[in-house]
C-alpha cells in the first residue's frame, strides 16, 4: 500500500480508484482538469480531530472549519452534518455557509482589513460573531452598528497574536512579530493591547464573548513545543481577562495542524495537542464552556486530488516533462504561491484503454504546465512510470486552497469539481 493512500482514494488491482471509479472512468466521464474530492475521507479526518479531544474536557467542542481551504458547498453540507462549525473569513464565506445550512450562531467570521460594507453585512446576520483582529477597529465598528443597527446585541470575540507564531512557509505564519522572511505580521491584537481592547469593545457596547488566536499553517512535529508555549500563553492571558471580569464562552486555538503531503514529513501530534490544549486548561482552573480548533488544511487536503491529461512528453537538454492541461499558477496556485512546497503525483495512466502502468519503466518527470512561467512546474523530476501523451496524471494533497485558490490566469477555465 502506498503512503498516501486512503479509503478514498487507493489502488485496486494496480488500478488507481477515486472512490468506487477508476480514475480514467471519472475522466472519460467529466474530462480534465478535474478535481475530486473523497467524501468518506473528508469524514474520517472530521472523526480523527474530534476523537482527539473526546473525553479530554467538560467543555463543548467546536471544530471550526476554515472553509477558505474549500468551500464547496457539498462539503460543507457533509461537515455540517458531521456537526462542524464555521471559520468565515469574508462576508462572501458567510453567506455560502449559511446557505449550506449553517445556522449563525455557529459562524465565526474572522476577517482582516475589513470594512463598512463588511460589517454591516456581518451585523445584519442575527447571532453571528464578528473577531476582531485590531482594536482600531472597534469604533468604525460601533458608528456602523450605530447607524444601521442602533442598540442591537452583536457578539464579538478578540483575535491575538500571542508573539509566537508557526507555520510550513513564511506566507502562512500568522502571528509573532515578523514572519520568518521578516515580513511584519498584520494579524491581531498584540498582547499588552488585548485587554483594553475587551474593555473598549464592552464599553462600546458590543458582547464580548471569545478569545482566539491561530499561529499559521501547516504545522509538523517539529512545530509542537512552540505551538504549546502559545497555548500556554493564551490560557495565562484568558485567566487575565477572567480576572477583569470577562466571561469568555469560548477558547479558539485557531488551526494549523498539518496533513501529510509527503511520505517522509513528520506528523504534528494532533492527539497530544488536544490532550495538552484540555489539561492545561483544567489545570489553570479556567472552565471556558467551549473550547474551538479552526481546521482547514488536515479536514481536506488528503481529500482531494487533481487530475491533469499529459498532453505530451517532451525532452529538453536532458529534462524530461510531462506537459499537462492544468498549471500551477492558475488551477493549483499553492504550488506557485508557497514555491514548490510537496504533492504526491502518480501516473494512472490512460484515459482510453488499460490504465495499469505498473508494468512500465520508471523514469524522473518534470509535471509541467500549461501556464507562460518558469515556476509553473506540479513537481520536479518525479519518479513515476514512464508518461505518454494521454496518461492521467493525478495530483494528491490537493483539497485544500487547491480549487478555491484558483483563478483565470492565462484566460484557461476553472476546473470543475466532483465528489466521490
Ligand atoms: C483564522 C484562521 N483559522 C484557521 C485557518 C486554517 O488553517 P489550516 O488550514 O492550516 O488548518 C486559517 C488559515 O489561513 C486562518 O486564517
Excluded at 87 to 103: N, W
Excluded at 234 to 243: D, H, P, R, T, V
Excluded at 314 to 325: L, M, P, Q, R, T
Excluded at 377 to 396: K, Q, S
Aim: aromatic share 10%; glycine share 10%.
Amino acid at each position: 500500500m502506498a503512503w498516501w493512500e486512503t479509503s478514498s482514494f487507493r489502488f485496486v488491482n494496480g488500478v488507481l480508484h477515486l472512490g468506487a471509479s477508476p480514475a480514467a472512468a471519472l475522466v472519460r466521464r467529466h474530462g480534465t482538469p478535474l478535481y475530486v474530492y473523497g467524501r468518506t475521507r473528508i469524514a474520517e479526518n472530521y472523526r480523527t480531530i474530534a476523537a482527539a479531544f473526546e473525553g479530554r474536557t467538560a467543555s463543548e467542542v467546536r471544530i471550526c472549519y476554515a472553509m477558505k481551504a474549500n468551500p464547496h458547498p457539498r462539503i460543507l453540507g457533509l461537515l455540517r452534518a458531521e456537526g462542524a462549525w464555521i471559520d468565515a473569513v469574508s462576508p462572501g464565506e458567510v453567506r455560502a455557509a449559511r446557505a449550506a445550512g449553517f445556522p449563525a450562531r455557529k459562524i465565526l467570521f474572522t476577517g482582516t482589513s475589513l470594512g463598512e460594507e463588511d460589517f454591516r453585512e456581518a451585523f445584519a446576520v442575527d447571532g453571528l460573531t464578528v473577531n476582531i483582529d485590531a482594536a482600531e477597529q472597534i469604533e468604525l465598528m460601533a458608528r456602523v452598528r450605530d447607524r444601521h443597527f442602533t442598540g442591537k446585541r452583536i457578539r464579538v470575540a478578540v483575535r491575538w497574536n500571542p508573539g509566537i507564531g508557526r507555520g510550513f512557509n513564511p506566507k502562512v505564519i500568522t502571528a509573532g512579530e515578523r514572519s520568518s522572511d521578516g515580513t511584519p505580521i498584520k494579524f491581531g491584537v498584540e498582547d499588552r493591547k488585548v485587554l483594553a481592547a475587551f474593555r473598549k469593545a464592552a464599553d462600546c457596547g458590543f458582547e464580548p464573548v471569545g478569545f482566539h488566536q491561530h499561529l499559521g499553517s501547516g504545522w509538523v512535529r517539529e512545530d509542537y513545543p512552540d505551538v504549546l508555549e502559545a497555548v500556554d500563553k493564551m490560557i495565562a492571558k484568558a485567566g487575565e481577562l477572567e480576572s477583569a471580569g470577562f466571561r469568555l464562552e469560548f477558547l479558539d486555538f485557531g488551526g494549523g495542524f498539518g496533513p501529510r503531503y509527503a511520505r517522509e514529513q513528520t506528523l504534528f501530534p494532533l492527539a497530544r495537542y488536544a490532550a495538552a490544549i484540555c489539561g492545561r486548561i483544567r489545570r489553570a482552573g479556567l472552565r471556558p464552556p467551549a473550547i474551538a480548533v479552526e481546521p482547514g488544511k488536515s479536514l481536506v487536503a488528503d481529500a482531494g486530488a487533481l487530475l491533469l491529461r499529459v498532453e505530451y512528453v517532451k525532452e529538453s537538454y536532458g529534462n524530461i516533462f510531462a506537459c499537462v492541461n492544468g498549471g500551477t499558477f492558475n488551477t493549483l496556485p499553492r504550488s506557485a504561491i508557497y514555491a514548490h512546497p510537496h504533492h504526491e503525483i502518480v501516473n494512472a495512466g490512460a484515459a482510453a484503454g488499460d490504465p495499469v502502468v505498473s508494468d512500465r519503466k520508471k523514469i524522473r518527470v518534470t509535471v509541467a504546465g500549461h501556464i507562460c512561467e518558469t515556476g509553473d512546474v506540479f513537481g520536479r523530476e518525479v519518479l513515476m512510470p514512464r508518461p505518454e501523451a494521454g496518461d492521467i496524471l493525478v495530483v494528491l494533497g490537493a483539497g485544500a486552497y487547491g480549487r478555491s485558490m484558483a483563478s483565470n490566469f492565462n484566460l484557461r477555465p476553472i476546473p470543475p469539481e466532483i465528489l466521490v
